[in-house]
């Protein structure tokens, strides 16, 4: 009796498996290398991240912990998930490091699901004002499942107001209160927060999502010690691959862990898990430190620029890796600069500002980061020179020879500074 013998999957490189895809892939290499990219939450991941993100890590399942699996063959699994943790807890000095959630939103639901009962009363910056659609905005779940008071910025200078947050707090008294943004351009005054939840007894939770990388560097204040609980995405400034993680107090290490397993998620995503201890190494090094006050100085160079050419940014400047602008008196609104600077090779969003009398999906203004191009090398020198291509377009936002002429400005310019992780040529 013969046995039966199994045939071998074929297994050839993806250009071979799938061409279309490899193509498109291909695509966007090159456009990442003949861009500037200027999306404020957008950045290049190095090439050791890239190839721990892409590992054969992602082929093991290991739902639980280190050391508490469901699963057997987690040796290597716990090890490199614990190598996350001690060095995002080196990085931040935080007592307790959860790096299994998926992203910032889904580390922003745990701390819902930790802390919150359904229909309990939550603030957090509005939407329309810089805050996250996790902080509880009307179309997010957070806004549907909590009683969710926001609070905003003053209108003559479009700040956070902390008297209007003290007020709304004392009067509604949330049990968790948000300090965290996307598009604000200024210094988080975490201790004024603290000062704040203590005084009505909310939990603090901290969104350091855009601003972990410059936390961690040193060139942005800390919430570590200050809020119970902050969450972050890993990309952003910090530099590593699309995942979340948590930072909380020792007191709510268990309510943390449960809330993201087996509350809201399954297995992890080991060969994420990978790149965020790459990148926390990375982040430990004097050149990210660096690399980070550089971002600030590009963002800061930037706005300069900018307003030196009749640009209003919002705040009258930034603190951090970001600027809004208001293209109100450019004559032209957000959306049609964003696609028009699109076509000259120059990539930002489109996005509303304080008090935007516009739709968000039609909006005043266009939101710029730095993390990206700070990445490539680019320093304050190539900040003036966009300036003046942000001008020349938005100027003659409907002359196409004016947007292919600067697309290939800005590649030329690109060329000269290869961006981390790409393979040029």
């Given amino acids: 009796m013969t046995a039966a013998t199994g045939s071998k999957l074929s297994d050839p490189h993806l250009s071979e498996r799938d061409p279309d895809l490899f193509r498109l892939i291909q695509e966007e290499n090159k456009r990442e290398h003949e861009t500037m990219r200027l999306i404020a939450s957008e950045n290049y991941a190095s090439r050791a991240v890239m190839e721990a993100a892409g590992s054969c890590?992602?082929?093991?399942?290991?739902?639980?912990?280190?050391?508490?699996?469901?699963?057997e063959g987690q040796a290597v699994i716990d090890a490199v998930e614990e190598l996350a943790i001690a060095r995002v807890k080196e990085l931040f000095n935080a007592e307790h490091v959860n790096v299994q959630p998926y992203s910032g939103s889904p580390a922003n639901l745990a701390v819902y699901l930790a802390f919150c009962q359904p229909g309990d009363t939550i603030m957090g910056l509005g939407l329309p004002a810089g805050g996250h659609l996790t902080h509880g905005h009307t179309v997010s779940i957070t806004g549907k499942y909590f009683k969710s008071v926001p609070y905003g910025v003053r209108r003559e200078d479009h700040r956070i107001d902390m008297?209007?947050?003290?007020?709304?707090?004392?009067?509604h008294k949330p049990k968790l209160l948000w300090c965290g943004t996307t598009a604000y351009p200024?210094?988080?005054?975490?201790?004024a927060f603290r000062e704040i939840a203590t005084e009505v007894g909310a939990i603090l939770a901290a969104d350091i999502a855009h601003?972990?990388?410059?936390?961690?560097?040193?060139?942005?204040?800390?919430?570590?010690?200050?809020?119970?609980?902050v969450t972050s995405t890993t990309h952003k400034t910090f530099r590593g691959p699309r995942g979340g993680m948590i930072m909380c107090k020792k007191e709510h290490a268990s309510a943390i862990d449960k809330a993201v397993f087996p509350g809201l998620q399954g297995g992890p995503h080991n060969a994420a898990t990978a790149g965020i201890a790459v990148a926390a190494k990375e982040a430990l090094t004097p050149e990210f430190k660096v690399y980070a006050k550089n971002v600030v100085e590009n963002a800061k160079a930037l706005a300069e620029a900018l307003m030196a050419r009749g640009f209003a940014v919002t705040t009258g400047g930034t603190d951090n890796h970001l600027l809004l602008i208001d293209l109100t008196n450019k004559s032209v609104a957000g959306k049609p600069a964003a696609q028009a600077?699109?076509?000259?090779?120059?990539?930002?969003?489109?996005?509303?500002?304080?008090?935007?009398?516009?739709?968000?999906?039609?909006p005043s203004g266009l939101r710029i980061g730095t993390p990206a191009v700070t990445s490539r090398g680019m320093g304050t020198a190539e900040m003036v020179k966009l300036a003046e291509w942000v001008d020349r377009v938005v100027q003659k936002?409907?002359?196409?020879?004016?947007?292919?002429?600067?697309?290939?400005?800005?590649?030329?310019?690109?060329?000269?500074?290869?961006?981390?992780?790409l393979i040029v040529g």
């Fill in 211 to 229: 601003i972990s990388g410059l936390v961690c560097a040193g060139v942005h204040p800390s919430p570590i010690g200050i809020a119970d609980v």
């Fill in 186 to 191: 200024r210094t988080i005054d975490f201790a």
């Fill in 163 to 171: 008297d209007e947050v003290r007020k709304l707090a004392k009067e």
């Fill in 57 to 71: 890590l992602a082929n093991k399942y290991s739902e639980g912990y280190a050391k508490k699996r469901y699963y």
């Fill in 397 to 421: 936002h409907g002359d196409e020879a004016t947007l292919t002429a600067v697309a290939n400005e800005v590649r030329e310019l690109c060329n000269h500074f290869p961006a981390p992780g």
């Fill in 341 to 362: 600077l699109d076509k000259a090779g120059i990539v930002a969003n489109y996005n509303s500002v304080p008090f935007d009398p516009r739709k968000p999906f039609d």
